[in-house]
């Protein structure tokens, strides 16, 4: 217990999840919290995204760790917004050591294309940089920012057999890939501050992301409604381990090591949490 003791956490995307995981784990170790979620749907995805409820719940469940938490309601594409959350958590919780961009969407075969293809990159890269720039002036020495990418950003992505067919699709491995970028030469520029900036990268993770329709049919191109049972299938297929999936849980457990003093020299990685995921699509190289 109290690997994160007396920090404070900038959470965005903590409504459910792997947000909601990464809070309530940094909490159990003692941190304070800044959680925030934009609560509403949008239109180009396919699927549910969360609600007010979802975010009171987070709310409680970091109370019950007997930790503070602030949430506000803010969407990720506005920096203005993140900005005056961040400094209204701060104003209450008096600093900010962690920031853990998490916010996220995938709006496969999302409708009009490309307002889908906008949509995943504003809310993925542009909310995933306005994060981390709203809190850069905030963090000091020891201070550590973590991105949540994707397994997807680092698979061989081949030859484009449709262009054009999926822009919510493509445009989430390409936010996923540019987010991993800005945060490698983040941690470039940051490293003499002693700041720490790396990207964890989630296989397929058991969340409400996951277990779509949209997601289903994507991995089940060849049934007209495929099931949850149908999908997890096809789930093994980007794993090297055999499994379908993993829990929110394992990858707050990175999220919680590389927020910690434990990892007081660790920065520039791009960390997978992956079953051997990248196994798959790369031979050895350094």
Known sequence: MGRVSGKVAFITGAGRGQGRSHAVRLAEEGADIIAVDLCQDIATVNYALSGPDDLKETVRLVEEQGRRIVAVQADVRSADQLRDALERGIGELGRLDI??????????????PMQ???????????????AI???????????SIIATGSAAALMNQGMVQNPGSNPGGTGYAFAKRALSQYVH??????????????????????TPMLQ???????????????????AELAFHVQQAMPVPHIEPEEISNAVLYLASDESSFVTGMQFRIDAGGYLKWHEYHV
């Not at 961009?101 to 999302?110: E, M, R, S």
């Not at 720039?133 to 201070?143: F, I, K």
């Not at 030469?185 to 058991?206: D, F, G, M, Q, Y």
């Not at 949209?214 to 191109?221: T, V």
């Open 99 to 112: 920031v853990v961009a998490q916010a996220g969407i995938a709006p496969l075969h999302g409708k009009p």
């Open 116 to 130: 889908a293809w906008s949509d995943v990159v504003d809310v993925n890269l542009i909310g995933t940089i306005n």
């Open 133 to 143: 720039q709203v809190a850069l002036p905030h963090l000091t020495e020891g201070a």
């Open 185 to 206: 030469e983040l941690a470039t520029n940051l490293a003499p501050l002693k700041i720490r900036a790396n990207v964890v990268h989630p296989t397929n993770c058991n």
């Open 212 to 230: 779509s329709e949209p997601m289903y049919r994507s991995f089940r191109p060849d049934l007209e409604n495929p099931t949850r049972e149908d």
